[in-house]
């Protein structure tokens, strides 16, 4: 039960730097999308395939299509050169755009006695469809103009929708007080439990502002903390329960049932014990679509990242970089950018049985480990503040 103060203590829990950016990229939307057109499948997936970094947020700035790797392009004099195709037997490809509603690759060949040949795809939505356009030119001049239309896959199935606009959940890992006004220190009527769901009666009026003291909240052997605290503002809001009707703080609850940790981490296995049986499985949710992408062949084997989405919309990704290393990215929808906090302070206290070795928190970037050689976690929060991401690693070299 919280105590009759604004201040409550929090504990966070993230990874590395987050990247903000003004908007998504073309590649960021639409990447757990796959389009069919005839016999022909699209995934755009594929741009993960060039991404050495396996762990954390995927933010492909590069795409395999048609098995040519489109990066972007070099700067100045040398984008140049490389462009002009001015040797014998060269070639280039490039990714030209990746704004928010276009995506552009460029590839240029010359033969030995051949044209000087340049391909152009784009792709942007119109409507519901994929549009892709092919240009092609040889020496300057147009010989050919496509237009191809895409349709979502029916194996890429879509999240579920919120089955009542005015459900709530408890986002609060202690129990959270229902009170009879909408006011600290007015009667406890009842108390809702993580995940228990209420119905929204009425918006509230005036804001609260909660204090996250993380220096208060976690001791750990080595503790470097650039964020001290964060605030979250939010009203009391009236609810119907069980128990009746009330008023609880809205900024600790979330317009979709919370994340069940359980289904993502048991505890660090000894390195001496095989990982639990049933680790990573999801009993809560249904699985919608599966994906593997094949990065790289190593001398050790392949390294791999398989992705998977589920009807809540959360999407694991696992990873493997065919040598020592593994580990899992739960991506996780976020109700509002505040949610990111309350999570991540859940999360620290799925685990607090547990004794930490160092905990890192800064104003992007957040990390904590259980020894030296252990495993380890990271969160991050989308620049958008629409999702965040848990990161856990193990192996080692």
Not at 59 to 78: D, K
Not at 115 to 120: D, I, K, L, N, S
Not at 277 to 299: I, M, P, S, T
Not at 358 to 386: A, C, H, K, Q
Request: some cysteine.
């Amino acid at each position: 039960m919280f105590k009759e103060t604004t201040v409550l203590v929090f504990v966070l829990l993230m990874g590395f730097s987050v990247p903000f950016a003004a908007q998504e990229t073309f590649l960021e939307k639409h990447l757990y999308s796959k389009w069919v057109s005839g016999q022909e499948e699209l995934s755009f997936l594929q741009a993960t395939a060039k991404n050495s970094r396996y762990g954390g947020a995927e933010a492909p700035t590069s795409f395999l299509f048609q098995g040519i790797n489109y990066a972007p392009p070099a700067e100045g004099v040398q984008w140049e050169v490389e462009r002009s195709l001015e040797c014998c037997m060269c070639s280039y490809a490039a990714l030209i755009q990746n704004t928010s509603d276009t995506l552009l690759l460029e590839r240029g060949a010359r033969g030995d006695f051949g044209p000087v040949v340049v391909t152009r795809h784009a792709f942007f939505l119109e409507g519901s469809a994929l549009i892709q356009t092919v240009s092609e030119c040889e020496d300057g001049e147009p010989v050919k103009e496509l237009r191809r239309v895409w349709k979502r896959s029916q194996t890429r199935r879509s999240p579920r929708s919120a089955a009542s606009e005015t459900a709530r959940y408890s986002n609060c890992w202690v129990p959270l007080n229902v009170r009879s006004e909408p006011r600290l220190g007015s009667e406890v009527v009842g108390q809702l439990q993580w995940g228990e769901a209420v119905d929204l009666l009425s918006a509230g009026d005036e804001d609260l502002d909660v204090e996250l003291n993380f220096d208060r909240s976690f001791s750990a052997k080595s503790k470097r903390l650039e964020l001290p605290a964060y605030t979250l503002s939010a009203p009391f809001v009236k609810v119907s329960f069980e128990g009746g009707e009330g008023y609880v703080f809205q900024g600790l609850l979330s317009p979709g049932p919370p994340f069940d940790f359980a289904a993502f981490y048991v505890a660090p296995a000894p390195s001496t014990e095989p990982a639990p049986k049933g680790r990573f499985q999801r009993a809560d949710a249904a699985l919608l679509w599966e994906e593997k992408v094949e990065v790289e062949q190593r001398e050790e084997g392949m390294a791999v990242k398989t992705f998977r989405g589920y009807d809540d919309g959360v999407v694991v990704k696992h990873w493997y970089d065919g040598k020592y290393q593994f580990g899992v990215t739960v991506e996780v929808p976020l109700g509002t950018p505040d949610e990111f906090y309350v999570v991540s302070n859940n999360l620290l206290r799925f685990l607090s049985a547990l004794s930490f070795e160092s905990l890192s928190i800064g104003p992007l970037s957040f990390y904590v480990n259980f020894s030296e050689m252990s495993e380890s976690f990271f969160t991050e929060r989308s620049s958008d503040g629409t999702k965040m991401y848990i990161h856990y690693e193990g192996g080692g070299c």
